[in-house]
Protein backbone atom coordinates (compact mmCIF):
# COMPACT_ATOMS: atom_id res chain seq x y z
CA UNK A 1 0.00 0.00 0.00
CA UNK A 2 1.38 3.62 -0.87
CA UNK A 3 1.51 5.99 1.43
CA UNK A 4 0.16 9.69 0.92
CA UNK A 5 2.10 12.20 2.36
CA UNK A 6 -0.39 13.59 4.34
CA UNK A 7 -0.02 10.16 6.24
CA UNK A 8 3.80 9.46 5.81
CA UNK A 9 4.24 13.16 7.42
CA UNK A 10 1.61 13.28 10.14
CA UNK A 11 3.39 12.49 13.48
CA UNK A 12 2.52 9.47 15.32
CA UNK A 13 1.90 7.74 18.45
CA UNK A 14 1.23 3.65 18.55
CA UNK A 15 -0.06 2.10 21.24
CA UNK A 16 -1.10 -1.21 20.06
CA UNK A 17 1.88 -3.27 18.52
CA UNK A 18 2.71 -6.73 19.32
CA UNK A 19 7.18 -6.60 19.18
CA UNK A 20 6.73 -10.40 18.24
CA UNK A 21 4.05 -9.65 15.49
CA UNK A 22 6.55 -7.66 13.89
CA UNK A 23 8.91 -10.59 12.52
CA UNK A 24 8.74 -9.68 9.18
CA UNK A 25 9.69 -12.92 7.09
CA UNK A 26 13.26 -11.68 5.83
CA UNK A 27 14.48 -11.64 9.48
CA UNK A 28 12.73 -14.85 10.60
CA UNK A 29 14.86 -16.51 7.71
CA UNK A 30 18.28 -14.56 8.73
CA UNK A 31 17.92 -15.58 12.73
CA UNK A 32 17.03 -19.05 12.02
CA UNK A 33 20.26 -18.96 9.72
CA UNK A 34 21.85 -17.57 12.74
CA UNK A 35 20.51 -20.16 14.93
CA UNK A 36 20.81 -23.07 12.72
CA UNK A 37 17.06 -23.71 12.51
CA UNK A 38 15.51 -25.62 9.56
CA UNK A 39 12.11 -23.74 8.32
CA UNK A 40 9.22 -25.19 6.53
CA UNK A 41 9.57 -22.79 3.98
CA UNK A 42 12.20 -22.09 1.40
CA UNK A 43 11.83 -18.84 0.87
CA UNK A 44 10.33 -15.22 3.04
CA UNK A 45 7.29 -14.98 0.25
CA UNK A 46 6.58 -18.89 0.68
CA UNK A 47 6.25 -17.75 4.05
CA UNK A 48 3.78 -14.50 3.26
CA UNK A 49 2.03 -17.08 1.45
CA UNK A 50 1.54 -19.28 4.09
CA UNK A 51 -0.74 -16.89 5.86
CA UNK A 52 -4.47 -16.91 5.31
CA UNK A 53 -5.58 -16.09 9.10
CA UNK A 54 -9.81 -16.54 9.18
CA UNK A 55 -9.97 -15.82 13.01
CA UNK A 56 -7.52 -15.35 15.88
CA UNK A 57 -6.41 -19.23 16.88
CA UNK A 58 -5.13 -19.26 13.29
CA UNK A 59 -3.13 -16.20 13.70
CA UNK A 60 -2.05 -17.20 16.92
CA UNK A 61 -0.77 -20.47 15.51
CA UNK A 62 1.50 -18.75 12.76
CA UNK A 63 2.41 -16.57 15.50
CA UNK A 64 3.65 -18.74 17.91
CA UNK A 65 4.92 -20.69 15.51
CA UNK A 66 7.39 -17.76 14.38
CA UNK A 67 8.62 -17.24 17.23
CA UNK A 68 10.62 -20.27 17.25
CA UNK A 69 13.16 -18.19 16.00
CA UNK A 70 13.90 -15.87 18.54
CA UNK A 71 16.32 -17.35 21.01
CA UNK A 72 19.06 -14.93 22.24
CA UNK A 73 19.32 -11.89 23.56
CA UNK A 74 20.56 -10.75 19.71
CA UNK A 75 17.38 -12.07 18.27
CA UNK A 76 15.63 -9.83 20.43
CA UNK A 77 17.95 -6.84 20.04
CA UNK A 78 17.08 -6.92 16.38
CA UNK A 79 13.56 -7.36 16.15
CA UNK A 80 12.81 -4.77 18.46
CA UNK A 81 15.47 -2.73 16.60
CA UNK A 82 14.18 -4.00 13.37
CA UNK A 83 10.15 -2.44 14.15
CA UNK A 84 11.55 0.98 16.13
CA UNK A 85 13.61 1.66 12.82
CA UNK A 86 10.53 0.88 10.55
CA UNK A 87 8.35 2.95 13.03
CA UNK A 88 10.90 5.68 13.13
CA UNK A 89 10.74 5.44 9.12
CA UNK A 90 6.87 6.42 9.60
CA UNK A 91 7.19 9.26 12.00
CA UNK A 92 6.30 7.54 15.27
CA UNK A 93 7.39 9.40 17.68
CA UNK A 94 6.30 7.75 20.55
CA UNK A 95 5.37 3.84 21.40
CA UNK A 96 3.96 1.57 23.58
CA UNK A 97 5.27 -2.01 22.45
CA UNK A 98 3.93 -5.31 24.14
CA UNK A 99 6.22 -7.91 24.11
CA UNK A 100 4.46 -11.64 25.58
CA UNK A 101 7.87 -13.31 28.05
CA UNK A 102 5.51 -16.26 28.17
CA UNK A 103 5.31 -17.02 25.23
CA UNK A 104 9.36 -17.57 25.40
CA UNK A 105 10.01 -18.88 29.12
CA UNK A 106 7.11 -21.63 28.20
CA UNK A 107 10.04 -22.63 25.78
CA UNK A 108 12.73 -22.03 28.07
CA UNK A 109 13.62 -18.52 26.87
CA UNK A 110 14.71 -16.95 29.89
CA UNK A 111 12.96 -14.11 30.79
CA UNK A 112 16.24 -11.65 31.17
CA UNK A 113 17.31 -12.74 27.81
CA UNK A 114 13.83 -11.12 26.05
CA UNK A 115 13.48 -8.26 28.07
CA UNK A 116 17.53 -7.10 27.96
CA UNK A 117 17.40 -7.52 24.03
CA UNK A 118 14.59 -5.40 23.34
CA UNK A 119 15.42 -2.51 26.24
CA UNK A 120 19.04 -2.62 24.49
CA UNK A 121 17.27 -1.83 21.27
CA UNK A 122 14.82 0.67 22.73
CA UNK A 123 17.90 3.08 24.07
CA UNK A 124 20.07 2.57 20.52
CA UNK A 125 16.77 3.47 18.74
CA UNK A 126 15.52 6.59 21.25
CA UNK A 127 20.02 7.94 21.15
CA UNK A 128 19.71 7.07 17.10
CA UNK A 129 16.47 7.89 15.98
CA UNK A 130 14.68 9.69 18.50
CA UNK A 131 11.79 7.40 18.69
CA UNK A 132 10.95 7.16 22.35
CA UNK A 133 8.96 3.85 23.47
CA UNK A 134 8.24 1.51 26.80
CA UNK A 135 7.18 -1.66 26.88
CA UNK A 136 3.82 -3.11 28.11
CA UNK A 137 3.87 -6.70 29.44
CA UNK A 138 1.05 -9.15 28.09
CA UNK A 139 -0.11 -12.24 29.98
CA UNK A 140 -1.39 -15.21 27.43
CA UNK A 141 -4.49 -15.74 28.95
CA UNK A 142 -4.85 -19.15 27.42
CA UNK A 143 -2.05 -20.17 30.07
CA UNK A 144 -3.16 -20.72 33.61
CA UNK A 145 -3.61 -17.49 35.39
CA UNK A 146 -1.36 -19.46 38.69
CA UNK A 147 1.70 -18.84 35.08
CA UNK A 148 0.60 -14.90 34.66
CA UNK A 149 1.23 -14.79 38.68
CA UNK A 150 4.45 -15.92 38.64
CA UNK A 151 5.59 -13.92 35.57
CA UNK A 152 3.98 -10.79 36.99
CA UNK A 153 6.40 -11.44 40.28
CA UNK A 154 9.55 -12.60 37.55
CA UNK A 155 9.20 -8.78 35.84
CA UNK A 156 9.68 -6.86 39.64
CA UNK A 157 13.11 -6.76 38.98
CA UNK A 158 12.67 -4.61 35.64
CA UNK A 159 9.89 -2.96 36.35
CA UNK A 160 11.55 0.17 35.68
CA UNK A 161 11.56 -0.78 32.27
CA UNK A 162 7.34 -1.70 32.04
CA UNK A 163 5.05 0.89 32.43
CA UNK A 164 1.95 -1.74 32.01
CA UNK A 165 0.50 -4.78 31.64
CA UNK A 166 -2.36 -6.80 29.12
CA UNK A 167 -3.61 -9.61 28.80
CA UNK A 168 -3.28 -10.94 25.05
CA UNK A 169 -4.13 -14.75 23.54
CA UNK A 170 -6.61 -16.37 22.48
CA UNK A 171 -10.21 -14.65 24.48
CA UNK A 172 -12.45 -17.27 23.80
CA UNK A 173 -13.07 -19.11 26.84
CA UNK A 174 -10.83 -16.80 28.61
CA UNK A 175 -12.53 -14.36 30.00
CA UNK A 176 -10.42 -11.15 32.28
CA UNK A 177 -12.40 -12.23 35.13
CA UNK A 178 -10.30 -15.28 35.22
CA UNK A 179 -7.41 -12.71 35.81
CA UNK A 180 -8.87 -10.44 38.47
CA UNK A 181 -6.43 -10.98 40.85
CA UNK A 182 -3.50 -10.68 38.88
CA UNK A 183 -4.17 -7.37 37.22
CA UNK A 184 -5.18 -6.23 41.31
CA UNK A 185 -1.88 -7.36 42.27
CA UNK A 186 -0.22 -5.58 38.93
CA UNK A 187 -1.50 -2.59 39.81
CA UNK A 188 0.04 -2.65 43.36
CA UNK A 189 3.29 -2.87 42.09
CA UNK A 190 2.89 0.33 40.09
CA UNK A 191 2.03 -1.16 36.52
CA UNK A 192 -0.55 0.38 34.66
CA UNK A 193 -3.35 -1.85 33.04
CA UNK A 194 -4.89 -2.73 29.82
CA UNK A 195 -6.61 -5.57 28.11
CA UNK A 196 -7.12 -7.07 25.01
CA UNK A 197 -11.27 -7.38 24.27
CA UNK A 198 -10.82 -8.99 20.47
CA UNK A 199 -13.02 -8.21 17.96
CA UNK A 200 -16.15 -10.56 17.01
CA UNK A 201 -15.37 -12.77 20.46
CA UNK A 202 -17.99 -14.48 21.88
CA UNK A 203 -19.31 -13.14 25.05
CA UNK A 204 -17.63 -10.12 23.78
CA UNK A 205 -19.67 -7.81 25.64
CA UNK A 206 -19.21 -9.37 28.49
CA UNK A 207 -15.64 -9.61 28.28
CA UNK A 208 -15.64 -5.75 27.87
CA UNK A 209 -17.39 -5.13 31.09
CA UNK A 210 -15.30 -7.38 33.12
CA UNK A 211 -12.59 -5.67 31.78
CA UNK A 212 -13.80 -2.38 32.85
CA UNK A 213 -15.69 -3.13 36.34
CA UNK A 214 -13.48 -6.45 37.61
CA UNK A 215 -9.93 -5.44 36.16
CA UNK A 216 -10.75 -1.52 36.16
CA UNK A 217 -8.38 -1.18 32.86
CA UNK A 218 -7.45 2.00 31.52
CA UNK A 219 -7.49 1.41 28.31
CA UNK A 220 -9.24 -1.66 25.62
CA UNK A 221 -6.91 -3.03 23.08
CA UNK A 222 -9.64 -3.45 20.25
CA UNK A 223 -12.63 -3.20 21.94
CA UNK A 224 -14.72 -2.16 19.19
CA UNK A 225 -18.32 -4.40 19.55
CA UNK A 226 -18.92 -1.87 22.53
CA UNK A 227 -21.29 -0.66 19.68
CA UNK A 228 -23.77 -3.65 20.67
CA UNK A 229 -24.20 -1.87 23.93
CA UNK A 230 -24.85 1.91 24.45
CA UNK A 231 -24.90 2.12 28.20
CA UNK A 232 -21.39 0.79 27.72
CA UNK A 233 -20.49 3.52 25.18
CA UNK A 234 -21.71 6.08 27.35
CA UNK A 235 -20.21 4.91 29.94
CA UNK A 236 -16.37 4.43 28.10
CA UNK A 237 -17.14 7.90 26.65
CA UNK A 238 -17.69 9.68 29.95
CA UNK A 239 -15.02 7.55 31.72
CA UNK A 240 -12.22 8.60 28.97
CA UNK A 241 -11.51 4.95 28.48
CA UNK A 242 -9.85 4.66 25.09
CA UNK A 243 -9.93 1.76 22.57
CA UNK A 244 -6.62 0.84 20.34
CA UNK A 245 -8.07 -0.27 17.42
CA UNK A 246 -6.42 -1.87 14.63
CA UNK A 247 -8.10 -1.80 10.85
CA UNK A 248 -5.77 -3.86 8.80
CA UNK A 249 -5.69 -6.21 11.39
CA UNK A 250 -9.45 -6.40 11.81
CA UNK A 251 -9.91 -6.78 8.38
CA UNK A 252 -8.47 -10.11 8.32
CA UNK A 253 -11.26 -11.15 10.59
CA UNK A 254 -14.10 -8.70 10.31
CA UNK A 255 -15.04 -7.61 6.87
CA UNK A 256 -14.39 -4.01 6.35
CA UNK A 257 -11.77 -3.39 9.39
CA UNK A 258 -14.22 -2.22 11.66
CA UNK A 259 -14.13 1.37 10.32
CA UNK A 260 -17.81 1.90 10.44
CA UNK A 261 -18.02 0.75 14.28
CA UNK A 262 -14.91 3.17 14.30
CA UNK A 263 -16.42 6.19 13.09
CA UNK A 264 -19.69 5.86 15.05
CA UNK A 265 -18.12 5.48 18.13
CA UNK A 266 -15.90 8.25 17.81
CA UNK A 267 -19.54 10.35 17.00
CA UNK A 268 -20.20 8.66 20.59
CA UNK A 269 -17.39 11.28 22.12
CA UNK A 270 -15.05 7.81 22.50
CA UNK A 271 -11.67 7.78 22.15
CA UNK A 272 -9.90 5.79 19.90
CA UNK A 273 -6.11 5.14 18.45
CA UNK A 274 -5.14 3.79 15.26
CA UNK A 275 -2.33 1.28 15.82
CA UNK A 276 -0.96 -2.12 13.36
CA UNK A 277 -1.15 -4.66 15.99
CA UNK A 278 1.09 -7.59 14.16
CA UNK A 279 2.16 -6.03 10.94
CA UNK A 280 4.41 -8.68 9.74
CA UNK A 281 1.74 -10.79 9.80
CA UNK A 282 -1.53 -8.42 8.91
CA UNK A 283 0.85 -6.57 6.31
CA UNK A 284 0.66 -3.26 7.35
CA UNK A 285 2.52 -1.06 9.88
CA UNK A 286 0.97 1.85 11.34
CA UNK A 287 1.05 4.30 8.40
CA UNK A 288 -0.59 1.42 6.19
CA UNK A 289 -3.48 1.51 8.98
CA UNK A 290 -4.06 5.12 8.61
CA UNK A 291 -3.95 5.03 4.85
CA UNK A 292 -6.28 2.07 5.43
CA UNK A 293 -8.91 4.52 6.61
CA UNK A 294 -8.47 7.48 3.49
CA UNK A 295 -9.30 4.60 1.70
CA UNK A 296 -12.06 3.75 3.87
CA UNK A 297 -13.37 7.39 3.37
CA UNK A 298 -12.69 9.27 6.10
CA UNK A 299 -11.20 12.57 6.00
CA UNK A 300 -7.57 13.83 7.06
CA UNK A 301 -9.09 15.92 9.93
CA UNK A 302 -10.46 12.58 11.45
CA UNK A 303 -6.93 11.07 11.59
CA UNK A 304 -5.62 13.86 12.84
CA UNK A 305 -8.37 13.58 16.01
CA UNK A 306 -7.02 10.08 16.11
CA UNK A 307 -3.30 10.94 16.25
CA UNK A 308 -4.28 13.34 19.09
CA UNK A 309 -6.67 10.52 20.88
CA UNK A 310 -3.82 8.31 20.79
CA UNK A 311 -1.63 10.96 22.55
CA UNK A 312 -4.18 11.70 25.36
CA UNK A 313 -4.74 7.76 25.71
CA UNK A 314 -0.84 7.16 26.38
CA UNK A 315 1.06 6.93 29.86
CA UNK A 316 3.35 9.65 28.73
CA UNK A 317 4.20 11.97 31.01
CA UNK A 318 2.41 15.12 30.83
CA UNK A 319 5.82 16.58 29.59
CA UNK A 320 6.33 14.30 26.59
CA UNK A 321 2.36 14.34 26.16
CA UNK A 322 2.98 18.43 25.73
CA UNK A 323 6.18 17.46 23.52
CA UNK A 324 4.00 14.88 21.19
CA UNK A 325 1.23 17.69 20.50
CA UNK A 326 3.72 20.03 19.10
N1 LIG B 1 -1.30 -11.66 20.30
C1 LIG B 1 -0.73 -11.00 19.29
N2 LIG B 1 -1.65 -10.31 18.61
C2 LIG B 1 -2.83 -10.52 19.21
C3 LIG B 1 -4.16 -10.07 18.99
N3 LIG B 1 -4.47 -9.24 18.01
N4 LIG B 1 -5.12 -10.53 19.81
C4 LIG B 1 -4.83 -11.36 20.82
N5 LIG B 1 -3.62 -11.79 21.07
C5 LIG B 1 -2.61 -11.38 20.28
ZN1 LIG C 1 -3.18 -7.04 19.76
Redesign the pocket.
Same mark, same amino acid.
Given at each position: MELSEFVSSLPKVEL?V !?I??TLEPELKFALAERNGITLDQQTPQQVRDSYDFTD?PS??AA?YDGMDVLRTEADFYDLATAYLTKAASQNVRYVEM?F %?PQAHTSRGISFHTVISGIRRAQIDAEANLGIVSTLIM?F??DFQPEYAMATLLESLPYAHWIMGVGL????NGNPPANFEAVFARARKDGYLLTC !?C %?VDIPHSIEHIGQAINQIGTARI? !?GTNIVEDESLVKYVAKAGIGLTS?PI?NSWISEGGKVAEIKQLVGQGVRVSINS %??PA?FGGYIGENFQYLLEAGVDKQFLIERCKDAVAMSWASPTLKRQLLQ
Open positions: H !HEGLFLYF %DCLRDSDE !H %DD !HCS %DDY
